[in-house]
Each structure stands twice: as C-alpha cells, then as structure tokens.
C-alpha cells in the first residue's frame, strides 16, 4: 500500500511464494482519469531494462519537476524535467492545477475504482515501454487495499517457446491400447456428458490412480489426455508443492482446487503421488500429515459443490503401496490403472510408434525380432535404445566417411538392425535392474557329447519360442519347468547357460 505507480512502472511481488514482475501498462484513478503509455512499446531495449524503484523514482522526478512551486515567473524554466532518453517536450502546467493533484494524492486516490492493466508473468519480464515522459499530467496515483488490478497476459511467447515440443497426442502412445482406453472412458466420458451421469444417478469418478513401474508411461498418458480432453488441465509434481513454511504446502493446494473449480471441466494432474501423500504412520514431520489430511479434504469435497463430473483428480505414481490407506478408497481414487510392463507384441508397437520419424533399415521380421530379444524393457528403455542406435549409425558414417557436411550426413544416416544390437549392450533394461542379468556366450558346440539331452531340452524350451504357432494347431502344450540333476561337475550350469544362449533368453543365477 502506499506506492505510486504510473504506466511503465515495472511492479515486482510474491504470489504464493512465487517471483512476479508486472508491467503497469495504465492507470484508472478514482477521478476517472485514465494514465497510458504513449508510443510502442521495444522490447529488448537495454536503456529500459532497470528495476521498478529506479523506474519509480525517475518517474517522480519527472512528474515533480513539471509541477512549478514558486512564486516568480523565473523559477518555472528551472523546474522543467530533461529526460534524455525521450524526446517529449516538456510542458510546465498551471501551478494551481498542481497544488491540486498533490491534495488529491492521499485522499482521493484510496477509493476502490482504481485499475492497473500490466502484463504479468510468474517467470519475470524486462520493462517494455519508456519510463521517462509517460505522461503529461501531473496526477499521482498510489496503490491502495481497495486496488483492483487486472492483468493481461501475452500468450505469444510461450506459443512459441511450446512449440519446439512435440505435442503428445493418443496417436503416438504404443503398447498401452487397453490401459489407454480405460483411462479415455473414465475420464473423458464424465468431462463431456455430465448430463448422463446426472439422469442415471450414478457418481461420476472423482480420481483415477495410474501406477506401474517407472519408465512405462503413465505420464506421457496424463500429458496426451491434457492435450486431448480440452480441459483445463493443472499440473502438480508432488515434491514442489511442498515448503517449509508452516500452512503454505495446503494453502497451495487449497488455491489450485479452487481454481480448477472455477475452470470447470478441468482436470488435476498429481505427479509422484507418493512423496505427496505418504502414509501418516510414517510420516517424519507434522507438514506430511497436514497435507495428506488436506488433499483427503478436498477430494472430499469435489462432488459437494456442484462440480461432479467436472472436476477430477489424475495421479501417477509407481510405489502405490506407499500411498496413505485413506487415499485409495472409493470416492477419492475410485479406479486404479496399473501402467504394467510391455510383453513383446506391446514392445513392438511402441517400438513401430518410436521409429515412425526415423529414417531406417529395418524390416518388419527385424522389428519383431528385436521386440522378442528387448526382455524386461519399458517404453523408457525403448526410447533410449532407439537413440543409442541413432547415435551408432551417425558413428559408422562419420568413421567411413569425415569430410561430409552436416546436410549430406542427415541424407546419409540410416540405422540399420545391427545398430540396435549394439544398443542392446549399453541399455539395460529397467524391469530386471535389480537382479543380475548375465548374457552367457556358451553354445550347444562348447558342451561334448549329451546329445539326448540338448535334444530333450530344445524341445521343451527352444521349440515353443520359435514355433509357437505348431503347438497351438497341434494342442501341445510346451512344459513349464525343467530339471536338471545329477552329480557335481557335469555340466548342469553350462547346459543352462547355453540353452539361454541359444533360444535368446536372460540367464538369472539363483544360488
């Protein structure tokens, strides 16, 4: 309260705990006088890049020394403001019209109709319009209890600056056409016929609760469904909102429910739900208690103000078993997804999505040969393998050929399937990080004799991976265990070893 302001002022304050810079681009007193910048605003000028006390104090000055205070004739031409970086030509006002607007300066600029129009940005913006010679009039406006402000935000820039991301769409998600289109009816189904829900009295769904293993999407699908609902969408990571100030983390939480209320349908994304809401029993601190018991609050709260069906929450996590008991009851996460890890025909889908925009060399047979080698690899792992062979493929031409140019190596690089074997060897695969993978290079050539072993064994095990389709039509049904016994020393573990090695499959050794 208190502070002058004038068209140009560049206004700098916290909102919940966030940095915000406005620019005060006019001025609406209590008079009904209107203050405005004149001439175009130049971004990027270095002569206007200055903090708001600077701006204000030089717009004061300016403003003061228009105002003639003297008694004699001689005194006005000393009064008059130099500003060196406009060229407006200074005009002295009547000296009773100031005397005016200093007496109205306390009194009459507290009522409640003053406006400031400024264009606000959470990240900070540089001052955008002169600062010096704004105005010709010599009243003064302070921001008082009773301001209103509006703001005007430019969306341009950040058109912009989104738009070197590929937006993510149903289209480009692979391997999760089932988990995708449960997602699809809970949520969108609710959004855009709430009616229906109203006619039958069914409660619409209030959350939905997407939890795997990492790496496998329940991400990328919360961001597709932001893009394709056509809901307000709120986006919260759940260690962000937490702060150490004590009623800060659940007045954050309370302001984005209150605000996604108001921009109805709209739709809450919670990501990492388990450093949000852990369970009470263990939490170390009071601040964890105080936010799961206000997020259980306000998930209550949802259907009762008139918002069924157009409000609702979307968490992710991939520990659900941390999650407080109170959280996954019907009525707040009323349906759990599971985001699970892909089996070949997935991965050869997501792998198809992945490659669509990349120039290679790959046949159809490949891909599905190198879905069925990929054990254990999610869409994360996926999308690292398709880059560690990209970046193989640029190595091999590069080393045949080094005095190419930038465009004829875009022409030139085509990753071809040998580079995804190498890849292979560099990316491990998410579900199996844990235990120790070992990729055994023994085959049926380095174990002597036992032929009616190795012959017994590619029968139960090679066989049906290779030909699955001649056990289906024949009704054989491939066993599902194999022992080995015998005494010590006759080659129990190298069998096993080149049986993995030669049907294609991961070697656990569990002692």
């Not at 004739?73 to 970086?85: C, F, H, R, T, Y």
């Not at 991965?347 to 891909?367: C, F, N, Y």
């Not at 049926?444 to 139960?460: F, H, M, N, Y």
């Amino acid at each position: 309260d208190g502070k002058i302001v004038l068209p140009g002022n560049l206004l700098a304050f916290t909102f919940y705990g966030k940095p915000c810079n406005v620019v005060v681009m006019g001025v609406k007193g209590a008079d009904g006088a209107e203050l405005s910048t004149q001439g175009s605003a130049i971004p990027g000028d270095p002569d206007l890049e200055r903090s708001d006390l600077e701006t204000s104090a030089s717009d004061l000055s300016l403003q003061l020394g228009r105002m003639d205070i003297g008694d004699s004739p001689e005194a006005a031409p000393l009064s008059k403001p130099m500003d060196p970086g406009s060229p407006v030509t200074p005009s002295t006002p009547d000296p009773g019209q100031g005397d005016k607007s200093c007496g109205e300066g306390d009194g009459a600029d507290l009522a409640g109709d003053s406006e400031l129009a400024g264009k606000g940005s959470s990240e900070g913006l540089p001052l955008t319009g002169k600062t010096g010679a704004i105005s010709s009039t010599d009243n003064f406006y302070f921001i008082s209890s009773r301001t209103r402000i509006t703001f005007s935000e430019p969306r341009t820039g950040v058109a912009e600056e989104g738009g070197c991301e590929p937006r993510v769409t149903y289209d480009m998600i692979g391997g999760l056409s089932s988990q995708l289109k449960t997602v699809r009816e809970t949520v969108e189904l609710p959004l855009k016929h709430p009616e229906l829900f109203k006619s039958y009295g069914i409660p619409p769904p209030r959350g939905v609760l997407l939890y795997g293993p990492p790496g496998t999407g329940k991400t990328l699908i919360a961001k597709a469904i932001a893009n394709e609902v056509g809901a307000h969408v709120t986006i919260i990571n759940g260690p962000e909102i937490i702060s150490k100030f004590y009623g800060e983390s659940e007045s954050r939480l309370r302001q984005i429910f209150a605000e996604a209320s108001l921009r109805r349908p709209s739709i809450i994304f919670i990501d990492e739900l388990d450093a949000l809401c852990p369970k009470r029993e263990g939490a170390q601190n009071e601040v964890e208690k105080r936010v799961v018991a206000s997020l259980l609050t306000l998930m209550d709260g949802i259907g009762s103000e008139g918002s069924e069906g157009q409000l609702l929450v979307l968490g992710a996590t991939n520990r659900p078993q941390a999650l407080d008991a109170a959280l996954r009851r019907p009525g707040r996460f009323d349906k759990e997804i599971e985001i699970g890890i892909p089996n070949a025909q997935d991965r050869l889908d997501i792998l198809q999505k992945l490659l669509r925009k990349v120039p290679h060399s790959l046949t159809g047979a490949e891909l599905a040969q190198l879905a069925d080698s990929a054990h254990g690899y999610v869409g994360a792992d996926l999308a690292a393998l398709c880059k560690e062979a990209g970046l193989y493929a640029l190595r091999r031409v590069l080393g045949e050929s080094p005095n190419l140019s930038d465009t004829e190596v875009a022409g030139s690089v085509m990753i071809a399937f040998n580079d995804f074997l190498q890849g292979m060897n560099d990316v491990r695969p998410s579900a199996m990080r844990e235990v120790a993978i070992d990729v055994p290079k023994v085959s049926w050539s380095d174990i002597g004799g036992l032929e009616d072993v190795k012959l017994k064994l590619k029968q139960a095990v090679e066989w049906p991976l290779k030909h699955p389709e001649s056990f289906i039509r024949m009704g054989i049904q491939p066993p599902k265990g194999v022992l080995l016994y015998g005494p010590p020393g006759c080659s129990k573990t190298m069998i096993a070893k080149a049986l993995a090695h030669e049907s294609g499959l991961n070697f656990l050794a569990v002692k």
